[in-house]
């Protein structure tokens, strides 16, 4: 909780004077929205909150938003006097329900501005359409490198996979005598680029071959179909990019299914299981489970 606050109060200090100062957003397109009424103190200033609240990424955007509450409530749910309202929308991890939903907001319940989307695929491919609309954008997990935000929009979370640290390769050789590697990761744009990373940075730092690398689309069920495949041995490590409801599922079925006693190392960087969700969801099946930080300390 204490890290991810430190992560969001930056931003919190730009969405203050964002919505003290109630200003239109600079864009490149700006549709015509409806005369907004003068605010008085009274008038509360609403926040669409957008994201996946049903599927796999649940987890993940319930802990970044339950946070974000946590953190206006300290101050009495209100900026600069004025009562906070969030308005809740899903996407379902869809493009085209994410732009129906963000005219909702815009058009219907009239929020000053929007927290989200936290699915890569989404914010890559509606990059250019999240530029023309007419609102303040605070993006808070989308990582992948595709997505450069339009001046409409703060980008809070650090894309740090193109250039991790080589030195976790180079621990994981020397330490446990790593030697090669399978990737296993989501099947999207974050996680390709994720895995690119790895690949392009974090292995080569311990001389470490990849030598297989599979891919699972989000939300899948039954991981046994990847674990038959996946190459073993007392110098092999499983790495990749897996989060959310999907790491949980792997870890849990990759004990079932006795891989842990197979291959040298699991190490999953930080963005895994235990970041979005903690220990808990995983039980037992965290035992031997490595989880490394692939961003630099400030």
């Known amino acids: 909780m204490k890290a991810l606050r430190r992560s969001l109060i930056p931003w919190l200090g730009i969405l ?9 957003a600079a864009t490149a397109t700006p549709r015509p929205v409806a005369a907004q009424p003068t605010p008085t103190p009274a008038t509360p200033i609403k926040i669409g909150l957008m994201g996946e609240f049903t599927g796999p990424f649940a987890a993940v955007q319930k802990r970044l938003y339950d946070t974000l509450t946590w953190m206006f409530e300290q101050d009495g749910m209100k900026v600069a006097g004025r009562p906070i309202e969030f308005v809740y929308a899903d996407d379902e991890g869809k493009v085209d329900v994410f732009m129906s939903k963000v005219q909702r907001l815009l058009e219907i319940d009239k929020v000053s501005l929007i ?11 509606a990059r250019d359409w999240i530029a023309q609309q007419p609102t303040v954008w605070v993006i808070p997990e989308v990582g992948t ?5 339009g001046d409409n929009a703060v980008r809070t979370v650090a894309t740090s996979w193109h250039n991790a640290l080589p030195e976790i390769g180079k621990y994981m050789a020397d330490t446990y005598g790593v030697k090669k590697a399978v990737t296993i990761a989501l099947d999207y744009a974050a996680g390709r680029d994720y895995v690119a990373g790895q690949v392009k940075q974090v292995l080569p730092g311990g001389n ?6 599979l891919w699972t689309p989000i939300g899948t069920a039954d991981f046994g179909p990847i674990l038959s495949k996946v190459q073993v041995g007392q110098d092999v490590m499983i790495t990749g990019a897996l ?7 792997f870890m849990q079925q990759a004990t079932d299914f006795g891989i842990k006693d197979k291959v040298k190392v699991i190490a999953f960087p930080a963005s895994y299981a235990v970041d979005d969700l903690g220990l808990a969801p995983l039980g037992k099946a ?6 490394w930080n692939e961003m630099p300390p400030p």
Not at 115 to 125: C, E, K, L
Not at 208 to 213: A, L, R
Request: charged share 5%.
């Open 115 to 125: 927290v989200g989307p936290i699915h890569s695929g989404i914010a890559a491919t």
């Open 208 to 213: 470490i071959q990849v030598v297989q690398q």
């Open 286 to 291: 965290a035992e031997g489970m490595f989880n």
């Open 16 to 24: 203050a004077l964002l919505l003290a100062a109630c200003g239109p």
């Open 243 to 249: 989060w959310g409801a999907d790491a949980v599922r």
């Open 145 to 149: 490198v595709q997505f450069y935000p």
